[in-house]
Structure formats: structure tokens, C-alpha cells
């Protein structure tokens, strides 16, 4: 059974709002056993990932006053975005609500290649997406 | 006066595997502004400048029932050893992911600027593991209390 893959996003929510952008104040971290995985606490997060692996994106803020949701994501092929969901790399996409904090999840779909994509983030009311462009790489090889 | 939070987050299961937080433990503060460097890795350096009170606030990344948990049990090593830093535990019924309980505390520094470090013991699943962060004084100020009364002080 492939372990589900979770992505923390730790988000300075307080120095976007003043900066008016994320660059700087988002850092990714994720629990992927994948050799190719690179840039964990950055804002440009790699994951290797394969067919059938579920991922969980949560997004912390680190004033915890602060309310901050991950609330959407959006995919992109050779940096073009993709707007058909059936092109998408991921099945089964949307918010999960949780005691524990909401989240959310889709499942990796049986396709190969890189995939960029950006969250969509709500911070107290205000959506907005990330600036950067993590991505996942989609291999045969099982995570 | 802006509270400072330190976010830490392990993957507890490859910590677990791998018997070391070495590459399983991320930190990043709200204190970028300050110049603290090294955000989002292992090596955070925390700049404090100004009266200031700094929360830490414990994650793991894995969330699945049976899953190892991720607790800070204690806060030590030399800056609490020469009372730079004053950590203690609270309690708060709004934190039901850490039990309800929270690590915060004040810097109180009279000295000229210096680099102290701090050591975070970790309850990983049912391992203690520990790792040290560090923190800049960027000038002296005054010890401020925290507002609620501690259930526990950091042992150095």
C-alpha cells in the first residue's frame, strides 16, 4: 500500500498581508520517501510522487492567531495552465474539512512527467495563490 | 510588541526510521523582518530585537490514526543555562492537537549582541530526540512575563 503524502505549508500570514506576496513568507515541507524529492522547507517544493498515492495539503500559519486555509489548486503543464480537469495529473480533487484543521487531497492519477501547480490560500477571508510553483514528478516507481 | 512563533514540524516516521531528526526537521519564525535566517531548514537562526515573547508551536507530517506523534517536551541548553531565555509550558484548551499544552517563554539579555543556542527535546512517537536551534540577541532589553501562569519550566 502507497503511504499517503502529506505537504505542510507554513505561511507567515501576517508578512503577506503586508508584503502583498508569499515570496519569502511560505515554506513547503512534505513526508515523501521519494530519492527525487527536493526543496523541502522552500517555497518551491518538488515531490516525487507515483499512480495511486492520495496527497493531503495543509497549510499552518505561523501567527496562530491567524486564520489560514488552503482553499484551492490549480495545475500547470510546461508552465501552461491547465484547464480541462480531465488533463489534470490528479483524480479526486477537494477541501476536506477536519477537527483537526482542514486540508486538501486528490489522488495522483496514472500518468508520468512534471506537473507545476500553485494552492490557493485564504488567509482570514482574503483567497490568494502562491507565488511559486512547486510541482510533483509522477514516476513508475512506486513511493 | 509582536509575539514571536517558531513553527517546527518532523516527519516523525522517517525521524523514527532513521533513529535522528538529522533531514526530518524543518523550522520557520514570523521573525523574517528582524533578519532571522535560515527559514524553512534545521538551522534557523532567530533574531529578537526588542522586548519580545517567543511561542513554539510543534508539528508532525504525518496524520493518519496510529501515526507517531510529534511533542515538545522540554526546552534547554545554553541559552535557558545562562537565562537568556526563560521557557515554560502552558496550557491551553484551544491547542487540542498538542493536548492542549504549548511551549512559550521570554529572552531577557543584557549583554551585547550574541549568538546563543537552545536545545528542543522532542517526544517522537515514544523516542526523545533533541535539536538544537539557535537565536541572535540583537541588543539588551528587559524580561517581559507571559500572561497566563506556566505548568511547567523549561529544565536547562
Known sequence: MIPQLNIISMVNAVAVMSDDSYEGNFHMVDNSRGKLTTGNGTDSLSTQTCYGQVFNWHVKPINVQMDVVVCGIRWYRDGILITNPEDEPVAASKFYGAPSGSYWAAIVKNVEGVYQYQLQINIQGDKSWITSFPQILVTKVEI | ?156
Open chain 2, 1 to 156: 510588541m509582536g509575539q514571536l512563533a517558531i513553527i517546527v514540524a518532523v516527519d516523525a516516521q522517517a525521524a523514527l526510521a532513521q533513529g535522528s531528526l538529522d533531514g526530518h526537521i524543518y523550522l520557520v519564525d514570523n521573525n523574517k523582518h528582524a533578519g532571522s535566517t535560515g527559514q524553512g531548514t534545521a538551522d534557523l537562526v532567530t533574531h529578537i530585537a526588542g522586548t519580545q515573547i517567543m511561542n513554539w508551536l510543534v508539528t508532525g507530517l504525518n496524520f493518519l490514526p496510529g501515526s507517531p506523534r510529534v511533542t515538545l517536551e522540554n526546552i534547554g541548553g545554553e541559552a535557558v543555562l545562562k537565562n537568556i531565555m526563560v521557557p515554560q509550558q502552558f496550557e491551553s484548551p484551544e491547542l487540542g492537537g498538542g493536548r492542549g499544552l504549548w511551549w512559550g517563554g521570554s529572552v531577557d539579555s543584557n549583554q551585547d549582541e550574541k549568538q546563543y543556542s537552545y536545545r528542543l527535546d522532542l517526544k517522537v512517537g515514544d523516542t526523545l530526540m533533541s535539536h538544537t536551534a539557535q537565536i541572535l540577541v540583537k541588543e539588551g532589553f528587559s524580561n517581559v512575563s507571559m500572561s497566563v501562569p506556566p505548568v511547567k519550566e523549561g529544565v536547562a
